[in-house]
């Protein structure tokens, strides 16, 4: 189909050209014929002419004028190739001669009578030479025209033929274009459907993971808080009725119930962060830390620690996530340190492989490196429960926090050396963060 | 509002009831106790509607400690119906639940609780939040009895 569409053009101008290559050949030959005819009429008016002014000559028996006349008559007229004169008994009169031309002669005769039975035969023969010079002259402006004709046709079929090519392709393009784009309209409309779909699954199971942390918050503490407080309500009331040993026990109990109340709060502190949704403002982390600090020293006002905080530390983050953040570390670095005679806690910013961070450094007991992959996991403890109380959920909690800021967080700690935790936290906008 | 010394406490576990009158009496507050064990029983009391027809309605509570998880209708609804009835809406009402979910202590304080306290598992924090009950909605709005 493209072959035929690609080659009908030059087939057309192939015939058109032909066409016009018939009609120049006709027209020339038409144009030819009609001279000759002209010429041929011509020529035989003249031998009419002669023949009546011999007529004449030969009824007077001017026979010298006769031969004079052809003398004259063929010297005067350049196409004139051969005249000639035979009277009907032979006599030859005067003739006349042109050497021979190239062209196709004409040949026309006519008899003369004259006086009583005389009669006589003359014999033009005319050259065809003027005819054959404008004949040719015709035939190169019609080749001429016909080739100059042609070639403008020929450029003009190769432009159109380009043109078509390119607006061809222009709207193969075109085409190829509108059907992508339809396609990824198309693309876009499912993958937004999809993502639709997707954001309401998220949604319910949001809601449910809300239902359910709801559930935990209120009827997994209300047994402990039976536990608890009854155990507490025998202590109290029936003191006298129990022996040290039983009292101990009770207090087991109720340390046992504590524990579990601090580790399901911890765990609901840690689904919060995973759930809440990030509401970004500037913040002053020293603010942060300092109020931490000052709730840390009111819960255990016997400690002296040497605290450093660098002033005005301003973020882009999320105050209650950040609180979270900075009291699950500095309130580890306040446990840490806590067999340190001269306990020091430092809040500060610094460039560690090219990047502006802050960092929490304590002089505590510190811990393996090479359990520092254990570190950030929920559930996952470096100390014993005797050493240092603990949940293992909080440095988890603080990971989600720095994740869930796009950010990162890396620890260097060895044994009995303190820790040092580094973390990046978006930097504020307005306020430089140095 | 009519003086009364009576407090109306909204809880649906009888373990958080036995605790919570034995911390009120262990600071000393020998106040009257009224349980109601779902939302529906409390708005009756209040009311004088349904098994409480006849009350006399302008004995109000001095205060309602209101559990937020309760059976039937819930505390958060309970609170809205406190609010909106020109009879109760003075009332003091102090949300006293299990739930730490900063959307509660929001959506109480919105519709009106005066105050918030969170019940710790730590019996002890109970004591002292009662405490501080006792003291703020009964010994200043001068009607404590025994202390």
């Known amino acids: ?434 | 509002m009519a003086k009364s010394t009576t407090i109306l406490l909204i809880e649906d576990n009888p373990d958080d009831e036995a605790l919570t009158v034995r911390a009120l009496k262990k600071n000393n507050i020998a106040n009257e106790i009224v349980v109601a064990r779902d939302g529906q029983e409390a708005l009756d009391y209040l009311f004088g509607e349904g098994p409480f027809t006849g009350r006399d309605t302008t004995q109000l509570p001095q205060v309602v400690l209101l559990d937020l998880k309760l059976p039937k209708i819930d505390g958060l609804e309970v609170l809205k119906q406190i609010r909106t009835n020109p009879l109760t809406q003075h009332l003091p009402v102090v949300v006293l639940t299990s739930s730490n979910e900063e959307q509660d202590i929001v959506t109480s304080y919105s519709l009106g609780a005066n105050s918030y306290v969170r019940k710790p598992v730590d019996f002890a924090q109970f004591l002292d939040a009662a405490h501080h009950l006792g003291l703020y909605w009964l010994v200043l709005n001068e009607v404590s009895r025994g202390r």
């Open chain 1, 1 to 434: 189909m493209w072959r035929l569409r690609s080659t009908l053009p030059w087939l057309l101008l192939t015939i058109i050209l032909l066409l016009l290559l018939l009609s120049a050949v006709l027209f020339v030959r038409y144009q030819w014929q009609q001279e000759f005819q002209i010429k041929q009429r011509s020529s035989e008016r003249e031998l009419q002419l002669l023949a009546s002014l011999i007529r004449n000559d030969l009824q007077t028996g001017n026979y010298q004028h006769v031969d004079k006349l052809i003398d004259d008559w063929g010297s005067n007229n350049i196409d004139i190739r051969k005249m000639q004169l035979t009277a009907a008994n032979g006599y030859q009169f005067n003739k006349f001669e042109r050497p021979a031309s190239t062209s196709d002669p004409i040949a026309s005769t006519a008899i003369i009578n004259y006086g009583y039975r005389g009669e006589a035969r003359l014999e033009l023969i005319k050259d065809f030479i003027g005819v054959q010079v404008r004949h040719r002259y015709l035939s190169w402006q019609i080749g001429i025209m016909y080739t100059v004709v042609a070639s403008l046709l020929t450029a003009l079929t190769c432009a159109l033929i380009r043109y078509q090519k390119k607006s061809a392709a222009l709207l193969r393009q075109v085409e190829r274009r509108l059907l992508a784009e339809a396609e990824l309209q198309s693309h876009n409309d499912s993958l937004e459907e999809a993502v639709a779909s997707r954001t309401a699954q998220l949604a319910s199971i949001n809601s449910e993971l809300e239902a359910f942390s709801y559930s935990v918050s209120h009827d997994l503490r209300a047994p402990l808080r039976a536990i608890d407080g009854f155990s507490m309500a025998l202590l109290e009331d029936c003191s006298q009725a129990l022996d040290q040993t039983c009292r101990d026990y009770l207090n087991r109990v109720r340390n046992g119930a504590q524990k579990m109340g601090h580790l399901i709060d911890d765990l609901l502190q840690l689904s919060r962060v995973t759930r809440s949704e990030l509401q970004l403002k500037e913040t002053n982390l020293s603010l942060v830390a300092e109020t931490v600090i000052k709730e840390l020293r009111q819960s255990d006002p016997v400690r002296t620690i040497n605290i450093s905080i660098t002033p005005n530390l301003w973020v882009r983050g999320d105050p209650t996530l950040l609180e979270i953040l900075l009291s699950n570390l500095l309130g580890n670095a306040w446990k840490f340190t806590r067999q340190r005679p001269d306990a020091t806690i430092e809040l500060g910013t610094l460039i560690k492989d090219n990047k502006a961070c802050f960092f929490i450094r304590d002089n505590g007991v510190g811990f393996d490196m090479k359990y520092s992959a254990k570190l950030f996991t929920a559930f996952q403890r470096l100390h014993s429960i005797e050493q240092f109380e603990g949940t293992g959920i909080g440095l988890a909690t603080v990971q989600r926090v720095i994740r869930k800021h796009g950010c990162s967080i890396w620890v260097d700690a060895s044994i009995d050396a303190g820790a040092t935790f580094y973390f990046t936290l978006p930097s504020s906008d307005t306020r430089q963060a140095m």
